[in-house]
């Protein structure tokens, strides 16, 4: 045979079928040969052995959660993809959580030399301590929740050239919100302020909108339960914005009673007319 | 130290091939497609705080050795 027939060549493995090319091999060889002219060290050993646990660990997660997608990888074990830390296959599975599960590598991950045994994800609140923050591109209700924690004329500016309300025209708001805007459980009228409230204080308890850029980022672990709970979450995230509309509308309709109603909760942790 | 010289006392030493070694050589002969099992895994990761604890005595052991005070011998080595 050729070298260059001997290049094409591939050839069924022992396991069940996957095919391994000539070019796998070579690479396994020389990965091979490296980890010999070092395997008597045990330092080395145990970096060795901790990097094939990490990646196995990711194999098992890539199989667990897309086994379709598995079946019909041909993507080699042993090249190195584009984050060059990884092989092929395992840089198919971020590209998969990346594009079925939710989007993370443009953020803090274009770096092909990145280190992923653990990621980020990037915050989709808005950062109200240092980002520039053009009230006219948000939807009208979050405004509405910077009132509480902006404080400045700007702010009422806003709803003064929108809706000819100004501060005068409300009650003075609490320095912090009544102990009841925090509740769990809320009457049907109060909890789209509470939702409200809660996603601009950040305190929704869902990472994707808790999360700011300025803070010490959170990162998160390779594994089912984690991948799965952030999917579900960033779904979630996406229902918060989009639940805003209703309260938009209603703001529209009739701003002076429901910024009342708002701010009256904020107060004392009820609608006055209830 | 019973008149033995650090040499000596290291020589008499139990000793192993660490673990991780070991279990490096055989996951790097391994096909990677052949994925682990939880076992295999729970395994691995015992062997890598073994292997891991086992080294931080070595280090220990250098560390103090290195802070021995040096002792003259009883005798005159040969050539001097």
Redesign the interface.
């Known amino acids: 045979m050729s070298t260059d027939a001997t290049m094409r060549s591939s050839r069924l493995s022992g396991n069940g079928g996957t095919i391994v090319s000539f070019s796998d091999r070579l690479l396994k060889s020389l990965e091979y040969l490296g980890f010999k002219a070092r395997c008597h060290n045990a330092a080395a050993a145990c970096d060795t052995v901790a990097r094939l646990l990490a990646e196995q660990q990711k194999y098992v997660l890539y199989k667990e959660l897309f086994p379709k997608e598995w079946k019909g990888s041909k993507a080699s074990f042993y090249r190195a993809g584009s984050y060059k830390r990884y092989s092929e296959r395992v840089n198919e599975l971020f590209e998969l959580v990346n594009e079925k599960c939710f989007p993370f590598l443009e953020y803090w991950h274009d770096d092909p030399e990145t280190d992923f045994e653990r990621f980020a994800i990037p915050p989709l609140n808005f950062d109200l301590c240092c980002e520039e923050i053009d009230f006219d591109n948000l939807r009208v209700s979050y405004v509405a929740g910077l009132l509480f924690y902006f404080r400045d004329e700007e702010v009422w500016d806003f709803f003064s050239q929108k809706y000819d309300l100004s501060a005068q025209d409300f009650p003075k708001l609490s320095r912090s919100p009544h102990p009841n805007v925090w509740l769990e459980k809320q009457q049907a009228r109060t909890k789209p302020y509470r939702d409200l409230i809660r996603l601009v204080d950040h305190s929704t308890g869902n990472p994707w909108l808790d999360l700011t850029h300025c803070e010490y980022q959170e990162l998160f672990e390779w594994n089912k339960e984690t991948i799965e709970m952030l999917t579900t979450a960033h779904q979630d995230a996406g229902k918060a914005f989009a639940n805003l509309e209703k309260l938009d509308e209603r703001i529209d309709e009739n701003p002076r009673r429901v910024l009342s109603e708002l701010i009256s909760f904020w107060n004392i942790g009820r609608l006055l007319s209830s | 130290m019973n008149g033995k010289s650090p040499l000596e006392i290291l020589i008499d030493e139990k000793e192993q091939i660490?673990p991780?070694?070991i279990?490096?050589?055989e996951?790097?002969?391994r096909?990677?497609?052949?994925?682990?099992s939880v076992e295999d895994?729970a395994k691995?990761?015992r062997?890598?705080e073994i292997?891991?604890r086992?080294?931080e005595v070595i280090d220990v052991h250098r560390k103090a050795f290195l802070k021995s005070q040096p002792t003259p011998l009883s005798y005159v080595p040969y050539g001097f």
Do not use: P, Q, Y
Not at chain 2, 31 to 36: F, G, K, P, S, T
């Open positions: 660490n991780a070694i279990l490096a050589d996951l790097m002969r096909a990677a497609a052949e994925l682990l895994v691995a990761e062997v890598l292997g891991a086992e080294i």
